[in-house]
């Protein structure tokens, strides 16, 4: 499905078909990577609060307790916030028809090279958030915030709306963008 800038917004699950795959399986799949790659590189969404929680067991290891909080907010920055957000934004840039239909949008949408972008400035602020002083943090944690509560926000009106209970809208990806920015400001305030 390409988005038809004549066309008012149409969801994709109106164009669903209940089967064996479940109420909201698409028709037409028949173009990008076959679905076992879209799966392991669903698993890629992981990979930032995988190495968050490695970071945080080597602080541990090495210094114990002392500077913990401080130390979580630079890991949380660096991996929830910057790793993971390149990793979503790149996927936004380079697969985004396969990303679309995760999410249940339109496929073709210009909004998918924005996302992407967006993705990959957070991405390199919370990368580099480290090298910087803590004016710098409170910048990354106030946009990352923004976006990622703005985005469930946008996922929550889509479940509400457009009865869109595609697994990139209501599953891991929702809850992450409600959970991380809270995480992330608690450790800042905490800091």
Same mark, same amino acid.
């Given at each position: ?31 990008? $990577?076959?679905?076992?790659?879209? &799966? ?5 969404t ?16 090495? &210094? ?41 949008? $339109? &496929? ?35 946009a ?12 929550? &009106? ?22 991380a ?11």
């Amino acid at each position: 499905m390409t988005a038809d800038p004549g066309r008012p917004y149409r969801s994709p699950m109106a164009e669903s078909t209940s089967d064996a795959r479940g109420p909201a399986a698409t028709t037409d799949r028949s173009s990008g $990577p076959p679905t076992l790659v879209l &799966r392991l590189l669903s698993l890629t969404t992981y990979v930032g609060l995988i190495g968050f929680v490695v970071a945080e067991i080597v602080q541990i290891a090495q &210094r114990g307790t002392d500077g913990l909080v401080a130390a979580s907010l630079t890991n949380a920055l660096v991996w929830v916030v910057g790793v993971n957000a390149l990793i979503i934004g790149s996927g936004h840039l380079v697969m985004p028809d396969p990303i679309a239909d995760s999410i249940g949008w $339109p &496929r073709g949408s210009p909004f998918q090279w924005e996302v992407g972008l967006t993705g990959l400035a957070l991405g390199v602020l919370g990368v580099l958030s480290p090298a910087f002083d803590g004016d710098f943090a409170l910048a990354v944690v106030i946009a990352f915030s923004i976006f990622y509560l703005g985005a469930a926000v946008g996922h929550v &009106r889509a479940m509400v709306r457009e009865h869109n209970v595609s697994p990139g809208n209501t599953g891991f990806i929702f809850w992450f963008d409600v959970l991380a920015p809270l995480g992330v400001i608690a450790l800042y305030v905490a800091s």
